[in-house]
């Protein structure tokens, strides 16, 4: 980094430090004093700006010390009958930063902006002002300035009724429109020395049909900024992207703050915890387990929470989350409020779970944490279990209602835990799953020390290659993997050092001691469009063999097809029997999606080590004839398996299923983005590569059957035909250059 930017980049920290001095200005009152009491007719809530509540008016005090002080404002919806796309207690929009200014007679309610970085003390920064006003939100006329408390009354009924587009509990595409404001109604107000929460029933129209939800609006007060701690592209955490004006050139530089919590020492606890002895922090992290949730599952949630602690620990916190079960006076607490973390029970058909995050924008603070479990995730948890391993582990071979309780909190405990890992700020790592080889993953010693994969962020579920003669294996993720530990010391554990690009070095220095180990390395998801995908990082996969993993999984599913009826003891219920059909035919194609997301390719590397000689790798010609042989092998073999006997008498005949799945396949192989993938393998290395024109003449030699004898001989050379003629004769290629002129040739071969 250039030493002016450095510069620039100090500048804005200790902006950040001090708080939001500049712009804080203390406004006198140009409007006329009133020395008033407050009317018998309000019931004031008090807290950092008081609350006046009347029957249907909302009025706030505005103290004028808190006038300029950075606020953030939220909503989210607690109640509605508008299930698809939302969740009660779930909130869309991120938290907006906000500041009430005086202006003469009104009061403004601004949006600051949180993009550009200044110092406001270089000449530059006022013709960015002419440049970049900001945006107000509302103006509200001053009703009376009161002496007595040096406090602004104004209005707040109609702005806080009302939907506020910005932080809409509802997306732009839910096709949610607003109803009749006039029905719209303030049901709860309160007040605390940090937050403000409104209670608000709206109207809405749905599909032409009124309808009514009810939301909760938060305005918080914030904190100095927590001191930012840069982006590593090496460690996954979200973040916040800046630009930072650079004086010298004229340019914006980037910078990235990841998202965290402020997880520091108490200051009389400093020594103590720079002497290596274990501290409470100053503000630990808590999370309120919803009570609505099964009784069976709530012990494992929480254990799921905690399991964190251990990751802290090891950085010299105790304490430093906590999950704790909603008081039972509910009136103790506002599960609602924008300054509480909660694990939401989601009661509908959906099933998934999502951990989120809500930040303060000026650091990258996080300030709130939600998670949000559907009640149909637990039942999906046990399919997963069920078409990944039953091959292998006898517990699994039941039916939902008789799991073992202990294998079903497993399950909970896992999900759980990897939720809370994204309110933790940390993103997927998929590459975990790839530091380990296949031989350690069928060893009982080092499955129940290491687990699945190297971090419980990833997409590893179960292990899948477990054969039925592996004895002893752990069949499940890690509690916390080698990563995970690593991942929370990157971004929490405290450097004392003030300067962030010096902080940074630290930082780095840490990664540098491991760069060697593949259970460190982070890798994202793959962007299809970013061209050759990385096998290292493919969802749902396990092992560093993507080959071989794929023939054990496969060796599975068809164990596990054939003793189905038996081992899902549903031979009395076809409708579950079809569910986990349909379950295991999925497992079975993300076996083949793996192979196919493998052709063309590249192994991309952060930085050159012992474990990455270069910065990218391509899958080698070998692997690659041994991909497409496997795929090939699939598609002709299919209907030896897939559609059993008994199946058939139990639920019906496959025969259509068959054909669709060896047409996906063939399709797949014959995608636009997988033969240019192929196409573009030489530009990585000098080495010999697999070409496009082997590709084709396997797929022909393998594909274009002579002297079919069954309908899904004759389907499979159908397909074959007509995907690769419609890929010649596509519009879309045509018009692709690189595909018209380099591409389309070797195909009409």
């Given at each position: ?62 103290p004028q010390k808190i006038l300029g002080k950075d606020l953030l404002i939220a909503s989210r919806a607690i109640e509605t009958e508008l299930t698809k796309g939302l969740a009660a207690g779930q909130m869309i929009y991120n938290p907006i930063l906000v500041k009430f200014e005086k202006d003469d007679k009104i009061i403004k309610l601004v949006v600051q902006d949180t993009k550009y970085v200044h110092d406001k003390t ?628």
């Amino acid at each position: 980094m250039r030493i002016s930017t450095i510069k620039i980049v100090l500048v804005f920290i200790s902006i950040l430090l001090v708080g939001s001095v500049f712009g804080q200005r203390r406004h006198r009152a140009k409007c006329k004093e009133v020395q008033s009491s407050i009317s018998n007719k309000y019931k004031t809530q008090e807290g950092f700006i008081n609350i006046l509540k009347a029957k249907d008016k909302i009025f706030l005090e505005i103290p004028q010390k808190i006038l300029g002080k950075d606020l953030l404002i939220a909503s989210r919806a607690i109640e509605t009958e508008l299930t698809k796309g939302l969740a009660a207690g779930q909130m869309i929009y991120n938290p907006i930063l906000v500041k009430f200014e005086k202006d003469d007679k009104i009061i403004k309610l601004v949006v600051q902006d949180t993009k550009y970085v200044h110092d406001k003390t270089k000449k530059y920064y006022k013709s960015y002002l002419k440049n970049h006003q900001e945006e107000i939100l509302k103006t509200f006329k001053i009703s009376s300035f009161n002496k007595e408390n040096d406090t602004y009354r104004i209005d707040f009924t109609e702005f806080i009724i009302n939907p506020i587009k910005k932080i809409s509990p509802f997306t732009s595409r839910s096709g949610i429109n607003k109803g009749n404001k006039k029905l719209n109604k303030i049901e709860d107000t309160s007040a605390s020395t940090v937050n403000l929460e409104f209670v608000v029933q709206n109207t809405a129209v749905y599909k032409g049909k009124p309808c009514l939800y009810t939301s909760q609006k938060s305005i918080l007060l914030l904190d100095n900024p927590m001191k930012p701690r840069l982006e590593s592209k090496e460690i996954g955490y979200y973040s916040i992207d800046k630009k930072i004006y650079n004086s010298n050139t004229g340019n914006f530089d980037k910078q990235a703050f990841i998202k965290r919590w402020r997880i520091e020492p108490k200051k009389q606890d400093i020594k103590k915890y720079k002497a290596g002895k274990l501290v409470e922090p100053a503000k630990p992290i808590v999370f309120y387990i919803d009570d609505n949730f099964p009784e069976a599952w709530q012990k494992y949630i929480k254990l799921g929470i905690e399991d964190w602690q251990k990751a802290f620990e090891k950085i010299g916190f105790k304490n430093a989350i906590q999950a704790k079960f909603y008081p039972k006076n509910a009136k103790d607490i506002d599960m609602n409020a924008i300054s509480k973390s909660c694990f939401r029970y989601i009661y509908c058909e959906r099933a998934n779970a999502m951990g989120n995050s809500w930040i303060d924008p000026r650091s990258g603070e996080i300030i709130q944490g939600d998670v949000l479990w559907f009640h149909g995730v637990v039942n999906k948890l046990f399919k997963w279990r069920f078409v990944q391993t039953a091959a292998n582990d006898q517990k699994i071979r039941t039916d939902f209602e008789s799991l073992d309780t202990q294998l079903l909190g497993r399950l909970i405990r896992y999900a759980a835990a990897h939720e809370i890992g994204h309110s933790l700020g940390l993103k997927h790592n998929y590459r975990a799953s790839y530091a380990y080889d296949l031989d350690s993953l069928r060893s009982a010693s080092f499955t129940k020390e290491y687990g699945t994969a190297a971090s419980i962020m990833d997409y590893a579920r179960n292990n899948y290659l477990a054969q039925p003669e592996d004895k002893g294996l752990e069949l499940s993720p890690p509690i916390l993997g080698v990563y995970d530990y690593f991942s929370i010391e990157w971004a929490y554990k405290p450097s004392f050092e003030s300067n962030p690009i010096k902080e940074k070095q630290i930082l780095n220095s840490w990664i540098d001691k491991h760069k060697d180990d593949p259970f460190y390395l982070f890798g994202g998801k793959n962007n299809i469009g970013d061209g050759n995908l990385d096998p290292s990082c493919l969802t749902e996969s396990l092992s560093n063999d993507i080959y071989k993993a794929s023939v054990l999984g496969i060796k599975n599913t068809k164990l596990i097809m054939k003793n189905l009826i038996e081992w899902s003891k549903s031979e009395n219920n076809a409708a579950k029997l079809s569910e986990m059909r349909a379950a295991l035919i999925k497992q079975y194609r993300s076996y083949i999606k793996h192979c196919i997301s493998s052709l063309g390719g590249v192994y991309k590397y952060k930085r050159i080590s012992k474990i990455s000689p270069s910065l990218h790798k391509t899958v080698s010609p070998a692997e690659h004839e041994k991909l497409v042989s496997l795929i090939i092998a699939e598609i002709k073999n299919l209907d030896t398996w897939i559609n059993p006997q008994d199946h058939k008498q139990l639920l019906g005949d496959l025969t259509n299923t068959c054909f669709q799945l060896q047409s996906d396949m063939i399709k797949d192989l014959l995608d636009k983005t997988v033969i240019i993938r192929i196409s573009k393998l030489a530009n990585f290395s000098n080495e010999k590569q697999y070409t496009v024109q082997e590709y084709l003449n396997h797929l022909e030699k393998g594909l274009k059957i002579k002297n079919p004898k069954s309908d899904y001989q004759y389907n499979i050379i159908g397909e074959y035909k007509v995907r690769l003629n419609g890929l010649i004769d596509s519009k879309q290629t045509q018009s692709n250059p690189y595909f018209r002129n380099i591409i389309l040739p070797k195909l009409k071969k």
